[in-house]
């Protein structure tokens, strides 16, 4: 069984779906790139609800008060995966994690949720589409383990 349990943890994580040859991650974090900025003014648009990822790093959030450009991707990565995923969660750092300094690498920030980054295809940028990613925020894709 102890067996079973590492290889199953040394498996390569995969992708969420595929989809036109793309395969989609399970989700994004977006991430304010000024200076200073804190985690609290970052967010999370993902296919899994909070409990899904490690205890206390995300909390629910309203995907109706989400800036707008932040509406906009989710729209759009909604639209181009094509019904075969849905980007409905919307989660926020939890408060353990608010006051941290968004400026830490992409690894960093996957591990603290309990993902892995998704190396972002250039197929998968473009049925985003560039207009829905905007150079004040980092996006960083992420599977699941």
């Not at 399970?26 to 296919?47: E, Q």
């Not at 759009?76 to 995923?85: K, P, T, V």
């Amino acid at each position: 069984m102890a067996y079973l349990h590492q290889v199953l943890h040394a498996a390569v994580p995969t992708a969420c779906g595929r989809r036109n040859g793309i395969d989609w991650p399970c989700g994004v974090l977006v991430v304010p790139r000024a200076r200073g900025a804190t985690l609290r003014d970052a967010f999370v648009i993902t296919t899994r609800e909070a409990r899904a990822f490690a205890d206390g790093a995300l909390v629910s959030h309203s995907a109706s008060s989400l800036p707008r450009r932040a509406s906009a991707l989710r729209r759009a990565m909604n639209r181009a995966a094509g019904g075969m995923l849905r980007y409905r969660n919307v989660h926020a750092f939890g408060v353990a994690h608010q006051a941290h300094s968004a400026d830490q690498s992409d690894d960093a920030l996957v591990a603290m949720i309990g993902a892995v980054a998704f190396p972002a295809s250039s197929a998968l940028v473009d049925a985003i589409g560039n207009d829905a990613l905007v150079p004040t925020h980092r996006y960083i894709f992420f599977r699941m383990p």
